[in-house]
């Protein structure tokens, strides 16, 4: 009932493991297998340029606007993170999709990070040999180092890493403003897919030393009250470009995960829920999921992709009537009593 | 800060010695009510419950300071405010944005 096609992958479940501290080491992907999800998308390695990704801040993570529910029951929080890149090298990186494609019975997905398309094109032929399924290329980490450019950089990354592997290659596009233009560059260059979306970059600030917490620059900011922009970002590019979308970003249950597909998502990536709420999340939310698809009587999910934006209203065609009249007592100025 | 404020959690700021020394989560033992609530966090199998005979509960949370990354995820999630900062003396510094 679960069981979804993508990018020529037969996922036993939409529900995959973002990129991310849920995919870093061996040991998560069997969790991940266990709880139920479709395949996993490994930590992102970074370039040798840009190894000082590889080191990590102390703390990394703030969580803020907390309901500090425990036992899988958080709905309300806001990840505020320095996460950086896959902690080893990139030889340890190959190593580590050999043995996760050895031992796991569901698809792992490599995800890398660099910004000359020579070393786009050659890690990605790299994750390709090592046996990766398919390639994510992390175009929009909140965290990536320097000044690259989606027009230049990016856009020539994607032709060179389309141009020499074979396996099936996702972009993950950050939220904004110019994510369906980058949506449908992406299509343009070959991508086979789109990833919507990374988080966004925010800072909070401590009144007391009037400093921003932590690390006193941006982090990566995410939480369940991004799955409204997600979804809109979704369903745009849902109407406009041709290609799979594996949405991500704010789906903490099954219900999310319903309506990313109803708004036009193939797949689901979820990694906060995992962090806050633990692997049982994955089961849970593919029990949510079936649960809904029996109460609907729908047997296989991808047939609802996509309804909730056959049904959405051009604004022009929302129905509006005469709004406050303006001879109404309320529009005649009243001196404020004492 | 805005949000339930049950109990604060991680410091907003890291400790002072965190430019020269990787910080480590250490378990205040006597503060500890050993209630289980950091074990699920810790993605690094960090965490663990040991027995303490001395205790006033029998036992109390304990950091493997070897799997610790220094997240901070365990200060979040300690209802008592049983976590602090510690210097990892054994290790040499990799402070963000040091090329090697």
């Known amino acids: 009932m679960l069981t979804t096609s993508f990018l020529g992958m037969e996922l036993r479940s939409p529900v995959i493991v973002a990129s991310g501290p849920a995919s870093h080491d061996v040991n998560q992907i069997s969790l991940a297998e266990r709880h139920g999800a479709g395949a996993v998308v490994l930590k992102t390695a970074c370039s040798d340029k840009y190894q000082h990704m590889r080191f990590w801040p102390r703390p990394r993570y703030k969580l803020l606007d907390w309901d500090k529910q425990i036992a899988g029951r958080s709905t309300q929080f806001s990840l505020y993170s320095y996460e950086q890149g896959y902690s080893g090298s990139l030889e340890d990186y190959w ?4 043995v996760c494609k050895r031992h796991a019975g569901i698809p792992i997905v490599g995800s890398i990070f660099a910004d000359e398309a020579g070393d786009w094109a050659a890690m990605a032929a790299e994750v390709e ?3 990766a399924d398919a390639i994510e290329l992390d175009i929009s980490s909140p965290h990536r180092p320097g000044s690259l450019e989606f027009d230049t950089t990016f856009v020539a990354a994607m032709r060179a890493v389309v141009g020499r592997v074979h396996i099936p290659v996702l972009a993950k596009l950050a939220p904004g403003t110019n994510v369906l233009m980058q949506a449908e560059a992406a299509e343009q260059a070959g991508a086979h897919a789109v990833t919507l979306c990374n988080r966004l970059q925010g800072i909070d600030v401590d009144i007391e030393s009037q400093r921003p917490i932590l690390h006193g620059y941006y982090a990566g900011i995410g939480g369940p009250w991004a799955k409204y922009y997600t979804m809109r970002h979704i369903a745009e ?5 041709h290609i799979p979308i594996s949405g991500t970003g704010g789906a903490i249950t099954g219900e999310d995960v319903v309506k990313y597909i109803l708004v036009g998502a193939s797949t689901v990536q979820v990694l906060s829920a995992i962090l806050i709420n633990g692997w049982e999340t994955i089961a849970r939310m593919n029990e949510e999921i079936t649960g809904y698809l029996q109460r609907k009587g729908v047997d296989r999910l991808e047939s609802i992709r996509g309804q909730a934006v056959a049904s959405m ?3 022009d065609n929302i129905v509006r009537w005469s709004g406050e009249p303006l001879d109404g007592t309320r529009n005649i100025w009243k001196e404020p009593g004492p | 800060m805005s949000g339930t404020q049950k109990y604060p959690g991680l410091p907003l700021l890291p400790p002072p010695f965190a430019a020269q ?3 480590l989560a250490k378990v205040v033992e006597e503060k500890c009510i050993a209630c289980n609530r950091c074990l699920p966090v810790c993605f690094f199998d ?3 419950i040991e027995e303490r005979p001395g205790h006033a509960l029998g036992r109390s949370a304990v ?5 610790c990354t220094g997240c901070g995820l365990c200060f979040e999630t300690c209802p008592v405010d049983a ?4 210097p990892d003396m054994s290790s040499s510094p990799s402070r963000p944005g040091r090329r090697i």
Request: proline letters at 13%; hydrophobic letters at 50%.
């Open chain 1, 95 to 98: 190593e580590f999709i050999r």
């Open chain 1, 129 to 131: 040999m090592a046996g």
């Open chain 1, 237 to 241: 590019a849902y109407r406009t470009v």
């Open chain 1, 313 to 315: 209203t051009p604004p």
């Open chain 2, 21 to 23: 020394q990787p910080p």
């Open chain 2, 46 to 48: 960090a965490l663990r």
């Open chain 2, 63 to 67: 950091v493997t300071a070897a799997h």
């Open chain 2, 83 to 86: 976590f602090v900062w510690v």
